[in-house]
């Protein structure tokens, strides 16, 4: 077993590559550990999510020795500005061209604005074998029964989440009027 420094991303900057495990990507680490990712996804308005005894009831469930780290980041989310500058754009033209300023004053005004940023949970876990695998496909169904959901990271998601882990520079992939697929 490694000893890694709560927090460490050593093994997240000197990843190898991937590797299919199961039906998931996984990122072959520095110490050639397999590494799975998952995002949670939880509607706070309802009564039925509980994120605090979903996170008990995981940490409960790993085995001694097991390794899972549960970050959250705050990633930039373009949707909502995307989406509203969509709508103005359907908007009906006025004929004037002095009466269309408004329209084009917001479709400048959004593609100026800075993104919002949304706080995203993310499951990190060193995969120590089958009995691992299991686990990490069975946390679908554990989570489901506090409201919570699970999507698992494919190997595109996970890049984009380690440059921007390791880079968070809006100007180098979410620059002015860049609209990206966002992280989910």
Same mark, same amino acid.
């Given at each position: 077993?490694?000893?890694?420094? @709560?927090?460490?991303?050593?093994?997240?900057?000197?990843?190898?590559?991937? +590797?299919? @495990?199961? &039906?998931? /990507?996984?990122?072959?680490?520095?110490?050639?550990?397999?590494?799975?990712? +998952?995002?949670?996804?939880?509607?706070?308005?309802?009564?039925?999510?509980?994120?605090?005894? +979903?996170?008990? +009831?995981?940490?409960? &469930?790993?085995?001694?020795?097991?390794?899972?780290?549960?970050?959250?980041?705050?990633?930039?989310?373009?949707?909502?500005?995307?989406?509203?500058?969509?709508?103005?754009?359907?908007?009906?033209?006025?004929?004037?061209?002095?009466?269309?300023?408004?329209?084009?004053?917001?479709?400048? /005004?959004?593609?100026?604005?800075?993104?919002?940023? @949304?706080?995203?949970?993310?499951?990190?876990?060193?995969?120590?074998?089958?009995?691992?695998?299991?686990?990490?496909?069975?946390?679908?169904?554990?989570?489901?029964?506090?409201?919570?959901?699970?999507?698992?990271?494919?190997?595109?998601?996970?890049?984009?989440?380690?440059?921007?882990?390791?880079?968070? &520079?809006?100007?180098?992939?979410?620059?002015?009027?860049?609209?990206?697929?966002?992280?989910?």
């Amino acid at each position: 077993m490694s000893k890694e420094t @709560v927090g460490s991303t050593r093994t997240f900057v000197l990843a190898k590559g991937f +590797a299919q @495990v199961g &039906s998931h /990507a996984g990122l072959i680490g520095d110490d050639d550990s397999k590494r799975l990712f +998952a995002e949670l996804f939880a509607d706070p308005d309802r009564p039925e999510v509980r994120p605090q005894e +979903a996170y008990q +009831a995981m940490l409960s &469930s790993i085995q001694p020795g097991w390794t899972l780290r549960l970050m959250q980041v705050f990633w930039p989310d373009p949707e909502p500005r995307v989406e509203f500058q969509n709508h103005v754009k359907e908007w009906k033209q006025p004929e004037g061209d002095g009466l269309d300023i408004l329209r084009q004053g917001l479709i400048l /005004a959004t593609q100026e604005y800075p993104l919002p940023f @949304v706080r995203r949970t993310i499951l990190e876990f060193v995969l120590p074998g089958d009995e691992g695998l299991a686990w990490w496909d069975g946390l679908t169904g554990l989570c489901a029964g506090f409201g919570l959901r699970v999507g698992y990271l494919e190997q595109n998601r996970i890049e984009e989440l380690t440059r921007w882990a390791l880079n968070p &520079s809006l100007e180098y992939e979410y620059g002015i009027g860049a609209m990206s697929s966002g992280f989910r």
